[in-house]
């Protein structure tokens, strides 16, 4: 069977989402630079080996990377062996460590935050441009979650604008070979900058709580610590603005749906779960190896092979979702078996306070705008050049005053 070949330019996320559904449940799949890969492309697959413990996170399993196939400056290096932290460690380590992140993130503590995120989320709608048109990821989707975990890690605000930088380039398959390392090591520095400054003055951040943690006897080292605020700060603000961009695009593209929500016949919960099910923000996740042979069906992930995860093709995966999976319905009684966030031990810790976030930010954002709309056809956004994220470079709409009575 020919290897499907994940674009590098994410030119037809949705078709490609459809090859590797139509492969299988288990389809051979090449991610940039010819790095060969399984991809679990169906729901009820994917829960079972994102469970099964013959599949780590330890990249001196895989194969390729031991006989040196992996060049230290392939562009998906940094996802692929971002550190020590709690995405490559399993069983006791990892426990371990997503122990003292989850003291940070619990239930309690996450709806603590809703003041703030309401607080932020009103200020940044004031500060919309009253123009033709405005880009709302710039304006609003991506602000927001940043402020939001540099709260909660403890970031300078100052530090925004490099971050930013550097994460394009962390996550792009674009990023030259020659900038590659050099981007991951200044990220690296970054955070140890952070850390740094929470020991001299410790805060009420997670980054302080993990500094105090490893002084008091949890044996987290620098890199650990280092590692796992860098996995916190990418995925905790990556994730929520592809949520709240893709509900605004596929509110835009379904205007009888977003009408029952703003007339309250549905809630704003079921347009979260939706969109996290139907665009999901994370296309793919890297990588898991097989530590002995693992069979799927006729197949057979074997020892020392690479396994991704698709959650944009799990998503649409009619066995789990009905006939019309890859339709965008509001209405569907299923949207919430969705597993865009994990499943398993390493579910994304962060997926409450995502959702948090989501259900401010987007029902204030149409109480102000209820007539929003693209400002450019749906065919025209363009995603970014990231294979692992469902990614806009920018969402231009108009707001609407007029119609809003703004």
Known sequence: MTRIALDPFVTDLDGESARLLAAGPLAEAELPGGVPVWAVTHHAEARRLLTDKRLVKDIEVWGAWRRGEIPADWPLIGLANP???????????????????????????????????????????????????????????????????????????????RLKVLFDKFFSTQTPPEEVVATLGELAAMMGKIVAARRAEPGDDLTSALIQASENGDHLTDEEIVSTLQLMVAAGHETTISLIVNAVVNLCAHPEQRAMVLSGQVGWDAVIEETLRYSTPTSHVLIRFAAEDVPVGEKVIREGDALIVSYGAIGRDEAAHGPTAASFDITRTSATRHISFGHGPHVCPGAALSRLEAGVALPALYDRFPDLTLAVPRSELRHKPVVTQNDLYELPVRLNYSFSGV
């Open 83 to 161: 550190g020590r932290s709690m995405l490559t460690v399993d069983g006791e380590e990892h426990r371990r460590m997503r122990s003292l992140v989850a003291q940070a993130l619990t239930p309690r503590r996450v709806e603590r935050l809703r003041g703030r995120i309401t607080e932020l989320t009103h200020g940044l709608l004031d500060k919309l441009p009253a123009s033709e048109v405005v880009d709302l990821k710039a304006e609003f989707a991506y602000p927001l979650p940043m402020y939001v975990i540099s709260d909660l890690m403890g970031i300078d605000a100052a530090d925004h604008p």
